[in-house]
């Protein structure tokens, strides 16, 4: 599932291309996937794009929003004057833009289209007054590691529980935008193993792994996002993180720096967790 560099790498693509639209129409071609009344965003003009957690809200002049989830395979992508010469789509643009899978089509202003696109179809955008917003959006979500979770906060987190430390990295109502890739990769930079409970971390490794998880997203941020399952930025095409993960996705392979033990693949809460036997510390 897209984590927190993959929706920052889609809020950017939508702050650039939608910049200077408004909408014209709206086709929705699944119910279940756009809620609300797409009648309040004629004529209305962008006005810019807001990340919550994992969510995303695309903010009209007109006092509405379109808050969404991209979930498992949401594809957001652009057509139109703001890229004028758009790069090939990622063959993870499955059958198309007004294929299949494409399930709203927003039509803008000067020539402009805005496709969502969703395989598994978890993905949802819903038409939400901006002043509802930050309640719709906010209210269960944990503070954010490049925002605002400072230290003391995160050491107040880990040291409540006792679950493994990599479930409480993970837990969205703790801490928001941190999923299975970059969880995996911060527990690894950080030596410590992702089965640990998470008391039972010291005052150093929680420093530690506090670092770690601002440098691993930064890195995604920068790779712009790993494309895993379906996932796209606006423009179509995908990621590069997935081709930089420090132990995420690399079972069997020799871990990159002990060099002595294989990386190891378990299941922890049904996922896929991957570290180094060697050193990473129980
Ligand atoms: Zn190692």
Same mark, same amino acid.
């Given at each position: ?14 702050e ?15 119910r279940?996937?756009? @809620?609300? +009344? ?7 003009? =962008? ?12 903010? =009209? ?14 594809? =957001?992508i ?16 499955? +059958? ?8 709203v089509?927003? $039509? ?5 289209v805005?496709?969502?696109? +969703? ?5 949802w ?46 837990? @969205? ?8 890739? &970059?969880?995996? +990769?911060? #527990? ?20 530690? #792994? ?14 712009? /996002? ?15 993180? @997935?081709? $930089?993960?420090?132990?995420? /996705? ?13 990386i ?5 809460s049904?996922?896929?967790?991957? =570290?180094?036997?060697?050193?990473? &510390?129980?």
């Amino acid at each position: 599932m897209p984590e927190l560099p993959e929706v920052e790498n889609i809020r950017i693509g939508l702050e650039k291309y939608l910049k200077g639209h408004s909408i014209k129409s709206v086709e929705v071609l699944n119910r279940r996937i756009f @809620q609300g +009344d797409e009648k309040k965003l004629i004529d209305a003009k =962008f006005e810019s794009a807001e990340r919550f957690g994992k969510m995303i809200a695309i903010n =009209f002049n007109n006092g509405f929003s379109l808050l969404a989830h991209v979930k498992l395979t949401g594809q =957001f992508i652009y057509r139109g004057p703001n890229l004028p010469n758009p790069p090939e789509l990622s063959v993870k643009v499955t +059958d198309g833009l007004g294929g299949k899978h494409t399930h709203v089509v927003f $039509h803008l202003n000067r020539g402009g289209v805005l496709y969502y696109n +969703d395989i598994r179809k978890f993905g949802w955008i819903k038409v939400v007054e901006t002043k509802k917003l930050k309640n719709e959006a906010v209210s269960k979500l944990g503070p954010e590691p490049l925002k605002d979770l400072t230290l003391n906060l995160f050491t107040k987190t880990l040291s409540s529980s006792k679950r493994a430390v990599k479930v409480i990295l993970m837990d @969205q109502s703790k801490i928001s935008g941190i999923g299975n890739i &970059y969880a995996n +990769d911060a #527990l690894w930079l950080s030596q410590i193993a992702p089965t640990r409970s998470s008391q039972s971390l010291s005052e150093k490794e929680i420093k530690t #792994l506090y670092k770690a998880i601002k440098k691993v997203l930064r890195e995604g941020l920068k790779q712009g /996002g790993a494309s895993e399952l379906a996932f796209v930025t606006p423009d179509g095409t995908e990621g590069k993180y @997935q081709d $930089h993960t420090l132990v995420y /996705g690399r079972e069997g392979e020799l871990c990159k720096r002990c060099k002595k033990a294989k990386i190891k693949k378990i299941f922890l809460s049904g996922r896929g967790t991957y =570290f180094c036997p060697n050193c990473q &510390y129980d």
